[in-house]
Structure formats: structure tokens, C-alpha cells
């Protein structure tokens, strides 16, 4: 049921878009349209920083706003409409998301197959490198630039004491539900 903020109802991604799933979390008010704005409250919600928040929000919705709205003029207020976001999957990516941003069962489990060496469930920082690197693509510097920033962040934010990104937690950033357990976990480290 995709809709428009001018219609007054709320947007709901499509249950087997796991795209669109990730990327509603940053819809805040749930109109279908992601600004700055709400992708700057989105990072904070989920643990960031005021820079990496500002700079992220600047960073995502500049190199996809123009992506997500086909047909559609330039707009200095860089929306991103959540039900096209398959259209701005960038190249150097792990190919979890399909061309219509459904989940890939058999690419998910490729990056550990392939990657994680150490400990079978898990990425070293080492191994998220040697992943990144065996997903670049030629001359493609803006997809491996977006790849690292989206892989750097989650490694940053979710690697547990030990360095490991643990495939679960992998696996919830692409659904989506990685950030709703951070948003809550950080709501309760406030209040207690």
C-alpha cells in the first residue's frame, strides 16, 4: 500500500521487499518519502553521532534522491521515495538485494561462506575488508565508496567486543530490524 504524504495515509513496504524494509525505518513519519531530516533522526535514533548523522543524511539522500524519483524534476529538498529505492542500488554490492530489492537467500550466505574464516557466523574486520574488496567492481569508484560507507558504519556500530559482526546481526540490517532493536536499545540505556 504504497502512498503519498498529500493522501494522509501511511506507507507499508512490501512484506517480501526487504529493500524497502531497511530503508522505511528512516521513514519517520511513514509517508513513503525519507528527507534528510528524517534519515539525520534515523542515525541518531540507532546510536550515531551529530557528524556521521549529518554527514550520512547528506551523503544518502544527495546520491539518491534523484534515483528514486524518476521522471521527476531535481529538488533541492532531496527526498528519497521509499517503493523505488530498488532503483538506486548502487554497483560493488554483495547482491543480497535483487533488482527489486527482494532478499537473496544463496548471496546471503556466499559472504560468509566466502568471508568468514575465523569464526564461522562472523566477520573480523579483516574479513569485512577482504569482503568489500572482493566486491569491487571495475570502475565503479562511487558503488565500492557507498559499500565500504554502508559496511564501515554497521562494522562501527554493531561489531561485538571481540571485532565480530555477527551474521545475525548482518542479516537483520538487511530486513530492516537491526534498527528498531537499536533504536530501542538505545531508548532504554536512556532511561535507566
Excluded at 44 to 64: H, P, T, V
Excluded at 129 to 142: G, V, Y
Excluded at 147 to 166: P, Q, R, S
Amino acid at each position: 500500500m504504497a502512498s503519498s504524504a498529500s493522501s494522509g495515509a501511511k506507507f507499508v513496504p512490501e512484506e517480501d521487499n526487504f529493500l524497502q524494509r531497511h530503508v522505511a525505518f528512516f521513514d519517520r513519519n511513514k509517508d513513503g518519502i525519507v528527507y534528510p531530516s528524517e534519515t539525520f533522526q534515523g542515525f541518531r535514533a540507532i546510536g550515531c553521532g551529530y557528524l556521521l548523522s549529518a554527514f550520512a543524511s547528506l551523503f544518502i539522500n544527495m546520491g539518491l534522491s534523484s534515483k528514486t524519483r524518476p521522471g521527476k524534476g531535481f529538488s533541492i529538498s532531496f527526498p528519497i521515495e521509499v517503493k523505488n529505492i530498488h532503483l538506486a542500488k548502487h554497483g560493488s554490492d554483495s547482491g543480497v538485494y535483487d533488482k527489486n530489492g527482494r532478499f537473496v537467500e544463496s548471496k546471503f550466505e556466499e559472504i560468509f561462506a566466502k568471508h568468514s574464516k575465523t569464526h564461522p557466523d562472523a566477520l573480523t574486520n579483516k574479513e569485512l575488508k577482504q569482503l568489500l574488496n572482493s566486491n569491487k567492481e571495475a570502475n565503479d569508484r562511487k558503488g565500492a565508496i557507498a559499500a565500504f560507507t554502508e559496511w564501515k558504519i554497521l562494522y562501527y556500530l554493531c561489531k561485538d567486543k571481540n571485532g565480530l559482526l555477527h551474521k545475525d546481526t548482518v542479516r537483520a540490517v538487511y530486513d530492516g530490524s537491526l534498527f528498531e532493536k537499536l533504536e530501542k536499545q538505545k531508548a532504554s540505556k536512556k532511561h535507566a
